[in-house]
């Protein structure tokens, strides 16, 4: 585990919980930068940077869906799966209140409420990730084993270019 400093945050507390080997990296937040901006700030491909999406169903039930950076959520595959009519973004007001982070500090780890989580399958491929550790301008390296450890996400194909 990290004992770099770095912010604790809910995020943080669940992967020391969950015992995840992980490491902190701070940089400079870019309103509206998203994984673009923190790839590189790090120098990496923003395939590893996963991002953290808060989406709805027709009902208003909230779920999340990691994404590879350089890769949209297709809501189409998503409802398909999850064999509801319709999948949509969530208003960034209520996505902090289900989640209890900002938007833009989003981590699917340490979620104020349980949500389900999907995700690809080659964003647990990935040996190593970054995913944003519960703040804006924090992420969090660990692999996609660890990340499928703690979260049990379900596997789906619902990536698009």
């Known amino acids: 585990m ?3 400093k770095h912010p604790v945050t809910q995020a943080v507390r ?4 969950a015992k995840v080997r992980y490491e902190g990296h701070l940089y400079d937040y870019v309103e509206k930068g998203g994984t673009q901006a923190s790839a590189a ?3 990496v491909s923003e395939h590893i940077v996963i991002k953290t999406i808060v989406l709805e169903d027709e009902r ?8 590879h950076g350089d890769k949209s959520v297709s809501t189409k595959a998503l409802a398909r799966h999850m064999g509801v009519k319709l999948v949509r973004p969530c208003d960034p007001v209520v996505a902090e209140r289900h989640t209890g982070y900002r938007v ?9 409420r349980p949500l389900p989580i999907f995700a690809p399958e080659t964003v647990l491929a990935l040996p190593q990730l970054y995913i944003n550790g519960g703040a804006r301008g924090f992420l969090v390296t660990l692999s996609g084993a660890e ?5 049990s996400p379900t596997v789906v194909d619902c990536a698009t270019a």
């Open 2 to 4: 990290a004992t770099d």
């Open 14 to 17: 669940a992967l020391r919980a």
């Open 60 to 67: 208003a039930r909230a779920l999340v869906a990691l994404m």
């Open 104 to 112: 833009g500090g989003t981590s699917p780890f340490g979620l104020k």
């Open 147 to 151: 990340l499928a450890r703690v979260l």
């Open 41 to 43: 700030a790090f120098g």
